[in-house]
T-cell receptor, first 117, second 115 residues
Framework: DTGVSQNPRHKITKRGQNVTFRCDPISEHNRLYWYRQTLGQGPEFLTYFQNEAQLEKSRLLSDRFSAERPKGSFSTLEIQRTEQGDSAMYLC???????????????FGPGTRLTVL | AQSVTQLDSHVSVSEGTPVLLRCNYSSSYSPSLFWYVQHPNKGLQLLLKYTSAATLVKGINGFEAEFKKSETSFHLTKPSAHMSDAAEYFCVVTPPLFGNEKLTFGTGTRLTIIP
């Protein structure tokens, strides 16, 4: 257990529905990341936050995806109008450190597995 | 831009024999490199990381990796495989200077241990 928690662990939904996932990082970590992992592939970066500010978004993050971290603690990832191609494991990671400390470790949660029928 | 190539999608070894998981990297700068392990139904766990200090990096559970700039490689090794080592292993690269804000993962190597 890394200390990063994600809920729910599994989500099954029908195409077109909206889903929301939650990530609770390690409490003192100011940076939070979202990744997506499809079957047989490595995780791909989606977005990251420093405190409550979303500082980078991948081109993978279409307009149907939105992420928030309103108080700089937990984060939510929402997918609107889900498609079958959204089926994947959604991973959250957090790390501490400050700018200029580039080699601190990202700690990953167990992930939320999304299945879109 | 940086990337990693894991040369084997699947490796099988007998218990007690050495493990070698191969990774080549491509980076415009001297990168930071990591190996993560993913057991079924568990989160990604850091095995070890290269931070431009010693080129031979020791990690948890008896794993180690050697950074070879001339070969752009960062292969993961273990002298003697254990059944509990069966998992998916990912080689990861990140830019060295601006914080590892974006980890770039390889496609993974599935390690199977034969009893």
């Amino acid at each position: 257990d890394t200390g990063v928690s994600q809920n729910p662990r599994h989500k099954i939904t029908k195409r077109g529905q909206n889903v929301t996932f939650r990530c609770d990082p390690i409490s003192e970590h100011n940076r939070l990341y979202w990744y997506r992992q499809t079957l047989g592939q490595g995780p791909e970066f989606l977005t990251y936050f420093q405190n409550e500010a979303q500082l980078e978004k991948s081109r993978l993050l279409s307009d149907r995806f939105s992420a928030e971290r309103p108080k700089g603690s937990f984060s939510t990832l929402e997918i609107q109008r889900t498609e079958q191609g959204d089926s994947a494991m959604y991973l959250c990671a957090s790390r501490g450190g400050v700018a200029g400390a580039p080699r601190d470790t990202q700690y990953f949660g167990p992930g939320t597995r999304l299945t879109v029928l | 831009a940086q990337s990693v190539t894991q040369l084997d999608s699947h490796v099988s070894v007998s218990e007690g024999t050495p493990v070698l998981l191969r990774c080549n990297y491509s980076s415009s700068y001297s990168p930071s490199l990591f190996w993560y392990v993913q057991h079924p139904n568990k989160g990604l766990q850091l095995l070890l990381k290269y931070t431009s200090a010693a080129t031979l990096v020791k990690g948890i559970n008896g794993f180690e990796a050697e950074f070879k700039k001339s070969e752009t490689s960062f292969h993961l090794t273990k002298p003697s495989a254990h059944m509990s080592d069966a998992a998916e292993y990912f080689c990861v690269v990140t830019p060295p200077l601006f914080g590892n804000e974006k980890l770039t993962f390889g496609t993974g190597t599935r390690l199977t241990i034969i009893p």
